[in-house]
């Protein structure tokens, strides 16, 4: 597609649930970012892909998190036993190799509850 | 520990003047920077960059000043038009960082008819 597209675009989950969030990034993209934004704060770095090889996780806050890019396109943030501490917007981004400007998706707002 | 930080969070402007943003940081190993702008409900959108090596970047109305010796960038945009009303966020990267971008807080800009 043109641009970074993430699913779902809202998430409400009761305490304790499980969920996925999917983003497909640009085609070709090698490398994969995904950023968690609280309100009123700015983008704090989640985990990195280039390729299918996560290179960096160390943003992930726990355990509870894991994130996934089996083929080196698509890749889902999963987030187990959720609190009410993840609720945040969830960012997806994408480029080319280098990281200079790379394009983020619109994200997925999850609230837990 | 906030390695980026933009001390302003909103700032309202004439349209027509100039709109100064602000950042500071603290990482001396930080050696490229972005700025993104913020609708919202959509994801950041790249701006413009600098390199540690300049020490002003210009495209179209918009300019970043890098001062390396006080750890301060500033994005100016004249002459500023009611379109750049937004949320912006000041980013820093460094070669070690695998691509990795380290945000402010944002400063949402309001530029008044």
Known sequence: ?113 | DQQVKQNSPSLSVQEGRISILNCDYTNSMFDYFLWYKKYPAEGPTFLISISSIKDKNEDGRFTVFLNKSAKHLSLHIVPSQPGDSAVYFCAASGNNQGGKLIFGQGTELSVKP
Do not use: M
């Not at chain 1, 409400?12 to 983003?23: E, I, S, Y």
């Not at chain 1, 890749?75 to 945040?88: F, G, M, W, Y």
């Open chain 1, 1 to 113: 597609g043109a641009g970074v597209s993430q699913s779902p675009r809202y998430k409400v989950a009761k305490r304790g649930q499980d969920v996925a969030l999917r983003c497909d990034p640009i085609s070709g993209h090698v490398s994969l970012f995904w950023y968690q934004q609280a309100l009123g704060q700015g983008p704090e770095f989640l985990t990195y892909f280039q390729n299918e090889a996560q290179l960096d996780k160390s943003g992930l806050p726990s355990d509870r998190f894991f994130a996934e890019r089996p083929e080196g396109s698509v890749s889902t943030l999963k987030i187990q036993r959720t609190q009410q501490e993840d609720s945040a917007v969830y960012l997806c981004a994408s480029s080319s190799g280098t990281h200079y400007g790379y394009t983020f998706g619109s994200g997925t707002r999850l609230t837990v509850v």
